[in-house]
């Protein structure tokens, strides 16, 4: 039987086999029927599916409790695809994103960038309040993982980029595999089996690295928006391991916040103790 690692690199492999070869034919005639071309998306599909139920069973057999931790940031921010309102939070399981949150900071003297049906296509970070904002430790624990040298790009908060990032982005960024969905990204050992991520990291921002204590509250690195992202914000998830691959989510609360709703504005004073 395939382990989830070899059955995630299996699932890779057959969509990047359909699509070059979907490429190839374009130019040459292939030596097979039409119909077999698509052989490689039909089995990637009921494989990516059967992935899916296997976690969403794993989760269901063994519950994990609530962790309670610090807010990762400080100030005021509202929540986007947040785990109080659907699980899993992001429409997956896959990469231990089941009770994971995004949260953008809310300026009132900088307001973010409304959405844009047409122009302007993009945006510079800069237009963001979120972006190089300082990312908290939630609690006491070791850096297992750091990295930041993936470029922030610019947004994608207009209906053709998101479009772009949907169909095209996106598609390419999960074939090549988590840290490129992650972005910069950084991964804390919280102890007893739980392990905190931040996902998105500004480039070049990281104060710690692998192998480092931290204490709750320490600043780790600044919001970027790197890897999948439509604006600078912070991808935040409690998981059980420290591989992206084979990580299932752990549930949150943060202490004096609570878990946040989707559009739900809260101050975060930063780390605060149980």
């Not at 005639?29 to 599916?49: C, K, N, R």
């Not at 990469?95 to 844009?116: C, H, L, M, N, S």
């Amino acid at each position: 039987m395939l382990s989830r690692t070899s059955a995630l690199l299996l699932h890779r492999a057959l969509w990047l086999l359909f699509i070059v070869q979907a490429l190839a034919s374009v130019a040459v005639e292939p030596p097979y029927p039409y119909w077999a071309g698509w052989l490689p998306a039909i089995a990637a599909g009921g494989l990516g599916l059967a992935l899916s139920v296997t976690a969403r069973r794993a989760i269901a057999a063994e519950p994990r409790e609530t962790v309670a931790v610090g807010p990762p940031v400080a100030g005021r921010w509202s929540a986007l695809n947040s785990p109080a309102d659907r699980t899993p939070s992001h429409g997956t399981h896959q990469y231990g994103q089941t009770y994971a949150i995004d949260i953008v900071e809310e300026d009132e003297k900088r307001p973010r960038p409304a959405f844009a049906w047409l122009w302007p296509l993009v945006r510079g970070n800069r237009h963001f309040p979120a972006f190089d904002a300082p990312l908290l430790a939630v609690a006491d624990a070791t850096v297992v993982h750091a990295e930041d040298g993936q470029r922030d790009h610019l947004s994608r908060n207009s209906l053709p980029a998101l479009v772009y990032l949907m169909l095209i982005e996106s598609s390419v960024r999960a074939l090549a595999g988590p840290r490129r969905v992650t972005g910069n990204h950084l991964v804390l050992d919280l102890g007893d089996g739980t392990y905190a991520m931040y996902a998105h990291l500004r480039r070049g921002s990281l104060a710690v690295r692998a192998g480092d204590r931290v204490v709750a509250g320490q600043e780790l690195a600044r919001c970027g928006n790197s890897g999948n992202s439509t604006e600078p914000h912070v991808h935040f998830q409690l998981m059980d391991g420290p591989d992206l691959a084979t990580a299932r989510g752990v549930p949150f609360t943060w202490h004096g916040v609570g878990v946040p709703a989707n559009g739900e504005t809260f101050t975060a004073p930063g780390y605060a103790a149980a």
